[in-house]
């Protein structure tokens, strides 16, 4: 049984388009993330969620929204995608709110903005 | 922002040689984690050490660390082929994890 579940795993869209990546964990956590990875490997926070609030926001852009409609999934929409945009996508999860415990990762989402 | 960098950016090695990674972060921290990631595949909890900590063990990886100088290292022992990855170290921002640029470790046979 996969953990951390990220659909789809790769992603071609143009740009402009408004796509959504789902994530989905079986482990019964209360928190979620979702991280950008580069081209260079760098792993920066998006989002955090516990119990459906948003904790963290780093400088993201409008245009990235999670939505969580319960504690076992947190989806990424993006909208008017563009360039800088591609880079391969993470959710995660872990047990409480903050991160004393071990993070459990997805596969990744490849979102490729053509 | 960027809490943890890690040190060396990419290391060679043979099979059965040891790899030493460092990690050297910014600000206090309540632990730190080491995590490891193949190529194309999500990442993987190695290890967790607590800020009042000072080496911990798990199979052939050791971490150390000493906050005085806020810096952590990750030996791997008798290093194997699958031991090729990019390596991570993480530290906690409050209330989530911040990782460094890692370090990418190739092991030849």
């Known amino acids: 049984d996969t953990a951390v579940s990220q659909t789809p795993k790769y992603l071609v869209t143009q740009m402009g388009n408004d796509k959504s990546i789902k994530c989905e964990q079986n482990?019964?956590?209360?928190?979620m993330y979702w991280y950008k990875q580069d081209s260079k490997k760098f792993l920066k926070i998006m989002f955090s969620y516990n119990n459906k609030e948003l904790i963290i926001n780093e400088t993201v852009p409008n245009r990235f929204s999670p939505k969580s409609p319960d504690k076992a999934h947190l989806n990424l929409h993006i909208n008017s995608l563009e360039l800088g945009d591609s880079a391969v996508y993470f959710c995660?999860?872990?047990?409480?709110?903050?991160?004393?415990?071990?993070?459990?990762f997805g596969q990744g989402t490849r979102l490729t903005v053509v | 922002s960027q809490q943890g960098e890690e040190d060396p950016q990419a290391l060679s090695i043979q099979e059965g040689e040891n790899a030493t990674m460092n990690c050297s972060y910014k600000t206090s921290i309540n632990n730190l984690q080491w995590y490891r990631q193949n190529s194309g595949r999500g990442l993987v909890h190695l290890i967790l050490?607590?800020?009042?900590?000072r080496e911990k063990h798990s199979g052939r990886l050791r971490v150390t660390l000493d906050t005085s100088k806020k810096s952590s290292s990750l030996l791997i022992t008798a290093s194997r082929a699958a031991d090729t990855a990019s390596y991570f170290c993480a530290t906690d921002a409050g209330t989530a994890l911040i990782f460094g640029k890692g370090t990418t470790l190739s092991v030849s046979s």
């Open positions: 482990l019964g956590h209360d928190t």
């Open positions: 995660a999860s872990s047990h409480g709110g903050t991160p004393n415990t071990e993070a459990f």
């Open positions: 050490i607590r800020s009042n900590e």
